[in-house]
């Protein structure tokens, strides 16, 4: 038995913010219990290096979702990272807060005191800017967000191909303007990946209050009546037990805590009857509401060498290694996202729901080169998916991996919003910006134009962007639907929260890294009853003509 007055499982990102903020005050105990091992070595700490740790089963649960229906019954991966940092530590290290009316729309959904106003002042204290938007970035945080030194002229490129299209351009997409085409920005400082390991769990350790256990599976909460006491869970072969005095914090990613939930009894109540698990809350909204960002790779041959190709060979690679071990410069130190946009799809619609991230290489996630030779992309998709998902157990044995279904594309204005994505893509690489660069499109390619050729498209290439969110909604203590109320507790026991990407109500712009992290620093000030930072007064800017003009 091992006590603590407070437990949280997983060291993730929202995790590990909770464990440093948690620990501030001396009198808590705090005990992070975490499924994965170090992070320590060169294919985590490397940011160049993305591709190989979501790829590794060593830092990777190795989730896939069932075959998808409306794309053609593919299985598609569906990366979480086991190891400290979490996802934090296996991601493409973009820093994207969300756009303000995300937050609004979750206020208006049910979660009372999570609007704009309420959560840019935890964005802000959990940052620490170089070169964000003056008195709206924070200065003083954990997190160290850095831009890149755009070392081939495709970024610039394709900022200006943007403008050349018409769009805005913006200064800082994580300031008050984040519609337009911009430098993307990175959680990478003095040259290594600054997941939530190394900004928050490391130092929270050096406090005596805070004890990490790695290895470990989480079985169930342990309860009395209704009151959660602790969590079991196996380590090394064994099963034990620690208990929380205050409260357990489900801290285990969009996939790991509804499926933690529902082996304790909280789901939906028939669902868990018929596999013999004793219903502790009927909350039939655990693992529902899941949702994600799909995307395409649009890919256009380069004329001339300046992408990333002429590095994809070993000697290059140990070069650039061998450069960024010993000074933490170079290509090593970087993700190599440093362009981006956020776009409107048409007019009508007041803030963007087409994200891109520019990447000066014709490359897979899974680093397989889909084209020989120089070329360069653009992943782009849309933001807000009419589609749900759910996740669901299949057996009551904790080690049986979760049954996924994103259930991409069933909503019929997914395909008209990523047809449009596709053509307004290829309109701005067409701009003169991209003129002494431009080759063949080598994905979709020419031949494909038509509606019924781009959906075969969609359907066979788009990948997920691995932003998996919902499946524990927060949301009114009265709403059936909600798992969480706005404080991240379970709704229908005591001393339980849940604090990751699956509390939100509605997937947020861009990548969720960063508001995962929002998530862990703001429920860790309401566990200890602290008074919600002062809200923010700032107006996001919203184009003046959103409602007649798409650009």
Known sequence: MQDATHIVIGAG??????AYRLSEDPANKVLVLEAGGTDIGPFIQMPAALSYPMNMSRYDWGFESEPEPHLGGRRLATPRGRVVGGSSSINGMVYVRGHARDFD???GMGAQGWSHADVAP????????HGGEAGVRGTSGP???TRGSKWSPLYDAFIEAGRQAGYETTPDYNGLKQEGFADMEMTVWRGRRWSTANAYLKPALKRPNVRLVTGVTARRILFEGTRALGVEFTRGGRTETAHASAEVILAASSINSPKILMLSGIGDGAALSALGIPVRADRPGVGANLQDHLELYIQQACTQPITLYKHWNLVSKA???AQWLFTGTGLGASNHFEACA??????????????????????????????????????????????????????PDPTTPPSILFNYMSHPDDWEEFRKAIRLTREIFGQEAFAPYRGREIQPGDKIQSDAELDAFIREHAESAYHPCGTCRMGAADD???????????IGVEGLRVADSSIFPQITNGNLNAPSIMAGEKIAD??????PLPRSNREAWIHPHWQTAQR
């Open 13 to 18: 990102s929202a995790g590990a913010a909770l």
């Open 526 to 531: 309401h566990v200890m009853g602290r008074t």
């Open 480 to 490: 059936p639907h909600a798992v969480v109320d706005p404080q991240g507790r379970v």
């Open 342 to 395: 956020f776009i409107r799809s048409r007019a009508g619609i007041d803030y963007p729901d087409i994200q891109y991230h520019f990447l000066p290489f014709a490359v897979r996630y899974d680093g397989k080169a889909a084209a020989e030779g120089h070329g360069f992309q653009a992943h782009v998709g849309p933001m807000r998916s009419k589609s749900r998902g759910r996740v669901a157990l299949t057996s």
């Open 143 to 145: 997190m160290h967000v």
């Open 105 to 107: 729309t979750w206020a």
């Open 319 to 321: 070069l650039i290694g």
């Open 122 to 129: 935890y964005f802000e204290r959990m940052e620490t800017s």
